[in-house]
């Protein structure tokens, strides 16, 4: 999964980057083992979650006011937090203190 994540942050997928993170989330939410993947898989699905949540913030923003997109990112963020994904926390933290 963390490869359709990679996907996602790329110029030419950018109109499927919301609806991708809708269903990122969702498996992520219903199966995530399988969504983490292996350990070695699972360093390339941080990275590639990570970037994308960035992605979202930074050129989507506006479609989070959105209740599933919202919770999508809601969910993978958190998900990322407990991972100690440096690159999550900071978001995290910058998500606080400007608002969803």
Request: charged content about 25%; proline content about 4%; aromatic content about 8%.
């Amino acid at each position: 999964m963390g490869w359709f994540a990679g996907l996602l942050t790329k110029p030419a997928f950018a109109s499927l980057s919301i609806g991708g993170l809708i269903k990122l989330g969702s498996a992520a939410r219903t199966h995530p083992n399988a969504f983490w993947g292996r350990p070695r898989q699972s360093e390339q699905s941080t990275l590639n979650v990570s970037a994308l949540l960035d992605h979202v913030w930074e050129n989507r923003r506006g479609d989070l006011r959105s209740e599933e997109p919202k919770a999508a990112f809601e969910h993978l963020l958190q998900a990322m937090v407990m991972r100690q994904d440096e690159g999550a926390l900071l978001l995290a933290d910058e998500v606080r203190r400007e608002g969803l």
